[in-house]
């Protein structure tokens, strides 16, 4: 299994430009977690969707960031407009009822 | 979440067993306890849970006092690729879904 897949891997965007994370899970897993990691807030959980709904939304820092999950293996997390602070590496994780969290390798997105 | 404490870093000798405490003295009784790894510049890795039992897996051992207020993990013969952040968690939701990461604990695992 190539375990969970996240694209791109680096991003480096301009003030006010939109971006968009991409985030494959293991198949079969069937529910789907966004974080966000920085060095002053450590690693914290964004959203996380089962069986494609979301489910808990409540650490989406604010309006500019939205997720969706049109289907299975597919998830999307989308910032816009982004700015600086919004710069830290972002991870996605996937697992089914019985097993534990696996995450992907991460994003590291900076904005200028 | 119960609230968990760990040492911000230890060291360790490569070979020797690496003992990684952490304090979750606030635990309900149906809150597993997890352990995490996190490698410089990678996503976090699983290790192992437990609820009451002592557990153990082909990476480490879970130990749980019986009061359940605190627990160790332990690396039987640590490797320098062991060297890693170490967090221990105890989701409210016995899915695991809600992983709610505090500092953890710096090992470096030392030649």
């Known amino acids: 299994d190539a375990g969970v897949i996240q694209s791109p891997r680096h991003e480096v965007t301009e003030m006010g430009q939109e971006v968009t994370l991409r985030c494959k899970p293991i198949?079969?897993?069937?529910?789907l977690f966004w974080y966000r990691q920085t060095m002053m807030r450590g690693l914290e959980l964004l959203i996380y969707?089962?069986?494609?709904?979301?489910?808990?939304d409540s650490g989406m820092p604010e309006d500019r960031f939205s997720a969706k999950m049109p289907n299975a293996s597919f998830s999307t997390l989308k910032i816009q407009p982004s700015e600086p602070r919004d710069s830290a590496v972002y991870f996605c994780?996937?697992?089914?009822?019985?097993?534990?969290?696996?995450f992907g390798p991460g994003t590291r997105l900076l904005v200028l | 979440d119960a609230k968990t404490t760990q040492p911000t870093s230890m060291d360790c000798a490569e070979g020797r067993a690496a003992n990684l405490p952490c304090n979750h003295s606030?635990?309900?009784?149906?809150?597993?306890v997890y352990w995490y790894r996190q490698i410089h510049s990678q996503g976090p890795q699983y290790i192992i849970h437990?609820?009451?039992n002592n557990e153990t897996n082909e990476m480490a051992s879970l130990i749980i006092t019986e009061d359940r207020k605190s627990s160790t993990l332990i690396l039987p013969h640590a490797t320098l690729r062991d060297t890693a952040v170490y967090y221990c968690?105890?989701?409210?939701?016995?899915?695991?879904?809600?992983?709610?990461f505090g500092e953890g604990t710096q090992l470096t695992v030392n030649p």
């Open positions: 994780a996937s697992k089914t009822v019985q097993e534990t969290q696996y």
């Open positions: 198949s079969g897993h069937n529910s």
């Open positions: 969707f089962n069986n494609n709904v979301p489910i808990d």
């Open positions: 606030t635990i309900s009784g149906n809150e597993y």
């Open positions: 437990g609820l009451k």
């Open positions: 968690i105890t989701p409210k939701e016995t899915s695991g879904s809600r992983l709610t």
